[in-house]
């Protein structure tokens, strides 16, 4: 059902996206192609468009002008669950978990409704993901009783049951300590060795230079750099947009 | 599996209740109690459809009188029109009841909130007009209804009314049980969490909502098609009345809303302390009691009658018959 990208060719591509909000851009005119198994960081600045343009890419927000082509379809139009079940996932900055609900039953959602053919028992799939995650102990334990690092690994843990091709990550490591960052890190890592395309979105320079291998700024709704982390990082603009002039 | 047990428990269940109600209509001689009886029924079968869309879902439909006046009227007009029988009347009530559900969830579910709830609000007044001015079934002054003959094995028309409607309630709660057992369930549970989180992760938030609303409809006017049949009488200020909307959401927020349960045991405990308060006290007393009762379990129990008896009940509503 789902059209596979042919080899070599972009999963994502993204062609002149504009987004703005009333007299507000959001989102300038914005391309960009991430490739398959890539490991694609997102920086900028506070208010920068960088949740704009993922908001564009799982279908939260619609652009005026432009277009989105996952797989080789163009999903610009789409409603985000028909993103989800064609291999989108996201997590959210702000953590959103279903919180009447426990863990396990908050990956039985994208389970139920995205992922499609799964091999393993629904209860199985989502146990060997929550396993992966660090987060069997809890997979009883209601949503709304977990700490801020369980529940943005929970948020990506939810992700990964949509069983994505597209996994993006919105500041999963925000108000982290530095050894739960390096744990959560090495999750999207080791997620990123089998496949799994993502892109995350990061404030902490650090984890994205040792994430991305490439990486994109974004000041003011525009690309401002995109190429290797070193590059970006040794880029004018880019220290400029982060320390200013 | 365990699943397995627990639906032929419930079948169990469900057969020695219905049983135990045609039992009754032939032994009780006295009329009274099927009177009071099928309004207590009537309710419980609101509540339970009311909290396919107002529980499950999360969306507070104040329109319940709306889908009961419709299912009243399609009754009345229905039997004026070609006398069919209670049985056609209640299916063509659910039918219309559900097309209604569609409508009114394609106009309204798009907005969150109070909005949504006042949007419900607006049909019920826009229904009720319209049948105020229909001549047909009678306009503001309502209309009179002959009984037709009762049927056999019953000997009077509100015992069989009483046994219809125990079917109704049966109906009402085997649909609502399998939708919180099934994926939908899950689906609704998930959007009335987080409506973004729940798209975002495959869930299609629309027509989920859209199918509780038809349901929900469907049930609701099903309810009410009876009720003209009960009365002998119908009128559009009380088919269409705002207690009845009321009503069906206090029982829910009372019992529970995380699992079927909750709305029968909101509606049996709502439904006879008034039934009893009309007879001892009078009829006005229920607004109060209804009320006092609202506000108590607001505030020493927000999860209902259910979330008293298991404290963390609401986390296995997903599972659980």
Known sequence: MTPTAAPGAPLLQITTLTKSFGGFTALDNISVDIRKGERFGLIGPNGSGKTTLINCISGALLPQIGSVVFCGEDITQLPPHLRARRGIARSFQIPRPFKSMTVLENLMVGLDFAAVGSALPEEDMAMSILTRMGLAAKAGAPSDTLSQVELRKMELARAMAVRPKLLISDEAMAGLSSSEVDEVLDLLISLGEEDITIIMIEHIMQAVMRFSERVMCLDAGRIIALGAPDEVMANKRVQEAYLGT | ??????????????????????????????????????????????????????????????????????????????????????????????????????????????????????????????????????????????????????????????????????????????????????????????????????????????????VACMISGALISAAGAPAAMYLQYADPSSAFNLSYSVSALAMSLIGGTAHWIGPVLGAILLGSTQQLLSVTISSEVNVLVLGIMLVLFVVGAPKGIIGLLRPRYRLRAGGKP
């Open chain 2, 1 to 210: 599996m365990s699943n397995r047990r627990h639906n032929i428990a419930f079948w169990a269940g469900v057969a020695v209740f219905l049983v135990a109600v045609l039992a009754m209509t032939q032994i009780v001689r006295n009329e009274y109690p099927f009177f009071a009886g099928y309004v207590i029924l009537q309710f419980i079968a609101l509540a339970v459809a009311w909290s396919i869309l107002g529980g499950y879902a999360g969306y507070v439909n104040f329109g319940t009188n709306a889908f009961f006046g419709v299912g009243v009227y399609t009754a009345v007009a229905l039997f004026k029109a070609t006398g069919a029988p209670l049985v056609v009347q209640i299916a063509a009530a659910a039918v219309v009841g559900m097309l209604l559900g569609f409508a009114v969830g394609l106009l309204t579910l798009r907005m969150r909130g109070i909005f949504f709830s006042i949007a419900t609000i607006a049909v019920a007044i826009i229904i009720e007009t319209f049948v105020m001015n229909w001549r047909f079934v009678g306009g503001a002054a309502g209309i009179q209804l002959q009984r037709p003959a009762v049927m056999a094995p019953f000997d009077s028309y509100v015992k069989m009314l009483f046994f219809v409607q125990a079917i109704l309630v049966v109906i009402a709660v085997a649909v609502a049980r399998y939708i919180q057992n099934s994926r939908i369930g899950r689906g609704l549970q998930a959007l009335r969490d987080d409506e973004l989180a729940a798209e975002c992760t495959g869930v299609p938030t629309l027509k989920l909502k859209l």
